[in-house]
């Protein structure tokens, strides 16, 4: 198979793909310098975990899933000419992604009242940066899927949910690492 | 004659049911994370438990919602660079 085919059988546009593989890589190395730092403090680290607010993050999961099922059904319903439906399922998609913005918000906002900062504890210094930039990117997503359901051309929807199927993928993999592995 | 797809890069199999079920494997999955993280076994054990499903999560999302199980080389190329990021992972965690 020559590179040209196997690069045609990429679904979407080109670009996208450069996109997500360019943010996994980014998130990857952060993730695995997280982990090699740990080694010089593990107590420190599992002691720095245990402030963590789990039980939000876990069910940031379910919601990121949720909204990225909502992004999926709507190129699926935007295919099949169902433009009404699929805006919807855009929109509550990108509602999702606020909400978990809020929860994260929270979150963040529980550290400060402990006196939590990026200068508590390298831990930290990791946990904002990884957590603050995945959720930079949900913030942008919402605004994809928000303009994507206005400008509802199928190519347009199809790559506004690649880009927030990336940003799910980043949490799934880095949500048990940052939060889980203690 | 059959007629040609408007969107010839199209995926054809999306249905609703087989997104639907996704979504709920999905949550199947990040449910057992949750109960996975409750029990008392060696953390070694629940630690790789952990990182297994996040990587099945992960295809699962490469395959159904970005359309990778029509491009098995990709999907398979993805499915590698993951498990061996979480093998460094793990081997990080067990040091």
């Known amino acids: 198979m020559s590179d040209a085919s196997l690069i045609d059988e990429l679904p979407g546009e080109l670009l996208m793909w450069v996109l997500i593989i360019s943010e996994l890589l980014v998130f990857g190395v952060g993730l695995i310098a997280f982990m090699a730092v740990r080694l010089t403090d593990p107590v420190g680290f599992a002691e720095a975990q245990s402030h963590l607010y789990r039980t939000g993050a876990a069910f940031n999961t379910a919601v990121l899933v949720t909204s990225g099922y909502l992004a999926a059904q709507a190129l699926h319903w935007r295919r099949a000419a169902r433009r009404g439906v699929a805006r919807l399922a855009l929109i509550g998609a990108a509602l999702l992604g606020v909400v978990f913005l809020i929860i994260k918000g929270a979150e963040y906002a529980g550290k400060a009242a402990q006196g939590i900062t990026f200068e508590t504890h390298p831990f930290f210094l990791f946990y904002y940066l990884l957590t603050g930039f995945h959720a930079a990117h949900v913030l942008a997503g919402v605004g994809i899927l928000l303009l994507v359901s206005w400008r509802d051309d199928p190519r347009n929807i199809e790559a506004g949910a690649q880009f927030w199927h990336m940003v799910d993928l980043v949490w799934i993999m880095l949500f048990p690492v940052i939060y889980l592995l203690g | ?95």
């Open chain 2, 1 to 95: 004659m059959p007629t040609a797809s408007p969107f010839p890069k199209y995926s054809n199999r999306r249905f609703p049911n087989a997104l639907t079920s996704t979504w709920l494997s999905l949550l199947a999955l990040s449910l057992a994370t949750a109960l996975l993280t409750l029990l008392s076994a060696p953390p070694e054990l629940v630690g790789a438990g952990i990182l297994i499903l996040a990587l099945i999560k992960a295809r699962v999302i490469l395959a159904r919602y970005l359309d990778l199980a029509e491009s098995p080389a990709w999907l398979c190329g993805f499915t590698m660079v993951l498990t061996g990021f979480s093998v460094v992972i793990f081997a990080l965690y067990l040091i």
